[in-house]
């Protein structure tokens, strides 16, 4: 289990690979109730600057957070997010994982602080889809 | 369909409701592959601050998107997020909707421009659970 | 493997019961994207004349399809349905059945032809939650 | 909110289309326990009539019912469907569309009346797929 | 219903089969939480002995049980299993059923007995997938 | 990354925790295709010698397999399983986790070898639901 003292800033985060499929955008569609045709409709999707369906950002946010070995670590709850961009198109068959780095650390009480990861979301061939600021409130080690 | 021009900045959306359940949260550990104990695990979760599981931050933002009339709106792309925090936890059987307001328009070429909501994400009791700054990509109405 | 041949007029078929679970609502209105707030907004649905969460009339049906034993049957197409009601509200927590009777054969070619069932969906108390008929064209037994 | 004094016999709604994906024929033999072998099993679906595998009636008719823009009507109750025809299959990667028209109004009591809908099921080609007669139970606008 | 009476040494059930998706093998990763990148990961799959993704040999299994016609058995509970081996790769596309042969009945008491079921999974062309030894606890005919 | 000259026999693992829930139960159903009444027809549970509906025995396994940390070991393969037995019910509202210990190693080739987990699968109170030995086939490190 690593604490708040166990994170410094620098300290880089290489996931595993998850092949995003036609059924990640039928699933996430239908829990999310966001049927966008550039999602789930193929002929609209063809028709569209991007050619093809692509997910939702949404969807690639999510999948990135369990891509993070997120029951390794001491979590009070998620904080928030700062400046999430969606810089390029995940298509069918993309193949993403994540790439975090510690930017900040901030304590808040005794009890733990805030833990900044700068997150990259890319793509097999090395293609930015994401970038976004993820921020954990993270337990103190118990004395 | 709202374009691009359609919007006006002080323009607010009050969506329908969803009652996140215990089934949401079990679909959206699935989905995401993030199985935090706080969100799967009833014992660890009695013990936490928090007193039960609580929904996933991301959960609540995905079906927050799916509570948007996004079908409605001529959307090219999912710009990003800006400052997301959760300020409450969202626990089973809470029922949130979404409460949106324009607060930016940006043109960024003629096919369109962005449009900034300002988003609270709020339960049946007035509660705040999270706020996000949701920034779409809108196309211009064609000429 | 039971052909057109092998129906006859009047035969009944009762089946096992199922228990129409929040999940399952949750798991329907993500598939077929009807969020109607009456399924899936406990505080909408507490003020309605059902007073309390209600199962999708689409969604009985789908479960009462799957409560056939379809895969006994040799089965060309799914022809279609007559007069389908849904007689009572099905809660969260029914167990439901179908009771089918044949009520009708009509050959259509050597091919085989059209069975008629008359669906009665019941509850584990005896509430008939909604009638169908259905139409099925069956295989005549290989000569 | 449309009540049942807003509807004409006449009116006409096109919904926006949808894929139909191998994952909504698995995701649905799934929910409904429907798992009859031209549905999901490639190879016998291959020498069936169809020659490849066909999307449940039951799939399409609830995806119809998720294109409907129900959440903008004053629904009190799914009131049932006459003559529900599947007249050609569904097959993977099929986008289908809704085209319904108002066909009669049935006012019931003070509190509202059956609206019923004339229901096309539609692919992107122009293939019909199913017909079926919807009908609804709306309120009378609140006075 | 077929009792612990009915079922004799020797008796053999060859079931219908069940295309094995995409779709499935995400929907089973999520499920059980098992992301191995053999399972979901299209690039390090292609470059496993295996040249593509997997199905996870616990899918085959869960799918296997429900190829048996179980609601047909009077099971007082699964009892276990002995011998699981998993001989071949199943993989996206490959079509599996179940031939299951009764090896060993054994009375436990007045209430039923154990009857034991030597599994083969099976695809299409005849290529074994898997083995198992599955040990069902089945009641006694009620006198 | 674990390989198989990094298990020793007498490795203990003990994972996480994952509360078996109602919606799990219909899931597992759905995606397996076991109805089987004890499992999902409350009213037959009722009557049954467990009282109340029961995990799948293939759910609790598929359940225990994801809380290993597989992605954290060198896995070629996954060899098979011996002597399962379920030796409690899991019910409703458990929470379950893996103890594991390595109680074999047999080196196959340069390649590597089987490593045996003896598994039990604990609920919160201590009580055995499975008893299952896993023999995960595991890459040598690489020279």
């Not at 708040?4 to 300290?11: A, H, L, S």
């Not at 997120?70 to 995940?90: E, K, N, S, W």
């Not at 979301?121 to 004395?143: C, L, Q, Y």
Request: aromatic fraction near 12%; glycine fraction near 8%; proline fraction near 3%.
């Amino acid at each position: 289990m690593k604490y708040f003292e166990d994170f410094e800033v620098g300290d880089v985060y290489v996931s595993r690979g998850r092949t995003i499929t036609e059924a990640d955008i039928v699933n996430f569609a239908a829990f999310s109730g966001d049927w966008y045709p550039l999602h789930v409709d193929k002929e609209y999707a063809a028709k569209s600057p991007f050619g093809e369906r692509i997910a939702h950002g949404m969807l690639v946010l999510s999948a990135a957070s369990g891509l993070m070995p997120l029951t390794d670590y001491a979590i009070v709850a998620f904080y928030g997010m700062d400046r999430v961009r969606f810089v390029g198109p995940t298509k069918i068959g993309d193949t993403i994982h994540v790439e975090a780095e510690v930017t900040e650390k901030k304590e808040k009480s005794e009890l733990g602080g805030v833990v900044t990861f700068q997150q990259k979301i890319v793509d097999h061939e090395g293609n930015e889809k994401a970038v976004a600021t993820f921020k954990i409130f993270m337990a103190s080690r118990p004395k």
